[in-house]
């Protein structure tokens, strides 16, 4: 398909309506959406009249505070959510003095492991555990830590496959 004069014009008003390159393409006929995108790129019709979105939940008022708050910039720290941190509860201990281990421990109890599994020492928690949990709320902080933010994260090293020609044959 040719870009003709009248072709070129034709696209040019439906840009300037506001529709879609999908939508120009349908109404032209005979030409793709990407036809058109690299036409309208080729032709330099960046600026078209495109009726504002009111975009949701958003408010004057919040618009307007924002706008006069740019200069001054959030910490991360400020940002952080303040969640605050359940107090300590000892770990359970049986009435005979034992303490839960993988023998007695049942499904609504703490299974925080304490200790090194290697020793007899070992033991979990053992408190009730929050509505169907495998924790109690004090090992469920500790579990459950909000993600960090992007920028907040270390760098992490990527380990790339060498190159297909230098690979080792397998044998």
Same mark, same amino acid.
């Given at each position: 398909?040719?870009?003709?004069? =009248? ?61 006069n708050t740019a ?7 400020? +940002? ?17 003095? =034992? ?9 609504? +109890? ?5 200790? =090194? ?10 408190q009730s555990t ?19 933010? !992007? ?6 090293? !990527? ?8 690979? !080792?044959?397998?044998?």
């Amino acid at each position: 398909m040719a870009w003709t004069d =009248d072709r070129v014009e034709q696209l040019k008003k439906l840009w300037a309506e506001g529709l879609s390159a999908a939508q120009i393409a349908n109404k032209m006929g005979g030409v793709t959406r990407n036809a058109v995108i690299g036409k309208v790129h080729r032709l330099g019709l960046s600026g078209r009249a495109t009726p504002a979105k009111p975009q949701r939940g958003r408010t004057y008022e919040a618009t307007e505070k924002r706008e006069n708050t740019a200069d001054e910039k959030p910490s991360s720290e400020s +940002m952080k959510p303040v969640i605050p941190e359940p107090a300590f509860i000892a770990p359970a201990v049986l009435d005979s003095g =034992d303490r839960m281990t993988v023998a007695n421990i049942k499904n609504n +109890m703490c299974k925080w492991p304490i200790g =090194d599994p290697a020793t007899d020492d070992f033991h979990f928690c053992g408190q009730s555990t929050l509505s169907g949990k495998s924790y109690c709320a004090y090992h469920a902080h500790m579990a459950f830590q909000p993600p960090q933010r !992007r920028g907040e994260r270390p760098p992490q090293r !990527r380990v790339l496959a060498p190159p297909a020609g230098k690979r !080792r044959a397998a044998g």
